[in-house]
């Protein structure tokens, strides 16, 4: 073989080999708590055969459910060192790297869930996705969840019926302030330990929504729950900053896309999750529901409200102004 044949088959192998580790395939770890039965563990399933049919050979996405890698606290500090991707933990859970988020945990803000899509879809919910961005933390989607209720081992019909309970929290300031209104004992601790924390009396009760009380059976150790609806459970999908702009330009698109996709078909099997785990703890016959009559939550909202303002501050009262508005849409 001559010299300059030689040469060129050796700079074709080379460009053949840097062609590969340019190629080399993305894995995205996305770790979240809940189960795969849940709206959030179905969206992150569905993510991942989007991006396998759509990204084949370029990007993966690995889902690890059920908090098998982290709890939602862990999640974000695992996040900005790089050990995971994606998650999608309760916009309660951004405290120490946004205000602005505890919007979401407001009691008694949004009418409904429709409420809720209406103000994640305008211009005051998509700017807040930015909410984290100098915490290195990047909103990509809100994923709902529901509205959430009341749980004890006692009617809770009126907001004195909670004083002196002990109920679990997500680590929220808002959340803490609205149990503190109506002189119960908040408790902030890890969804993964409720279960149990329930079973054994460490805390008297809890809020969440009908999917989670399902599909972690509080509803086995819980003699009475209150449809209540005084609050919103609303997920973000976050990532790290710097790993979203290391991605190349043309995978930020499509990846954009997807999650824009797979964001709508969360919303829809939340919605329908809804009335389905609710009727099957009503059958199941573990616990009593009470439904409050409108002038029953009146009285639970007027004694909450005053936490709005308390962290109007933090949150801006544009924010909250553009939810209300959503009320009456």
């Known amino acids: 073989m001559s010299l300059v044949r030689l040469l060129a088959v050796l700079i074709i192998v080379s460009l053949t080999f840097s062609s590969s580790l340019m190629a080399k395939e993305i894995v995205i770890k996305f770790s979240h708590v809940t189960t795969e039965k849940t709206p959030k563990g179905k969206a992150a399933k569905y993510l991942q055969e989007l991006v396998a049919e759509r990204l084949k050979g370029k990007v993966r996405v690995d889902v690890y459910p059920n908090s098998q890698l982290y709890n939602d606290k862990e999640v974000l500090k695992a996040l900005l060192l790089g050990d995971v991707q994606l998650a999608a933990p309760s916009l309660s859970k951004f405290g120490k790297y946004t205000k602005k988020w505890g919007l979401f945990d407001l009691p008694f803000l949004f009418r409904d869930a429709d409420a809720v899509s209406c103000f994640t879809t305008g211009v005051n919910g998509q700017a807040l996705l930015n909410a984290a961005s100098k915490k290195g933390l990047k909103g990509l989607g809100y994923w709902l969840n529901g509205m959430k209720q009341l749980s004890a081992n006692k009617p809770l019909i009126k907001p004195s019926d909670a004083k002196g309970e002990k109920f ?162």
């Open 168 to 329: 679990r929290i997500m680590s929220s300031d808002v959340l803490e302030a609205q149990f503190k209104a109506v002189n119960a004992n908040p408790q902030k601790m890890s969804f993964s330990e409720v279960y149990n924390a329930l079973s054994t009396g460490v805390i008297d009760g809890q809020e969440n929504t009908w999917s989670n009380i399902r599909t972690k059976k509080f509803f086995e150790v819980q003699s009475d729950f209150t449809e209540s609806n005084h609050g919103v459970l609303e997920y973000v999908l976050v990532t790290s900053s710097e790993f979203w702009n290391s991605l190349p330009k043309d995978i930020q698109t499509e990846l954009s896309a997807i999650i824009k996709e797979v964001t709508l078909k969360e919303t829809q099997w939340a919605l329908e999750a809804a009335q389905i785990d609710k009727d099957y703890i009503m059958i199941a016959g573990h616990t009593k529901i009470h439904r409050l009559s409108h002038k029953q939550v009146a009285q639970w909202a007027k004694v909450m409200k005053p936490v709005w303002k308390q962290f109007e501050g933090d949150i801006g009262k544009d924010n909250i102004d553009a939810a209300l508005k959503c009320n009456k849409q």
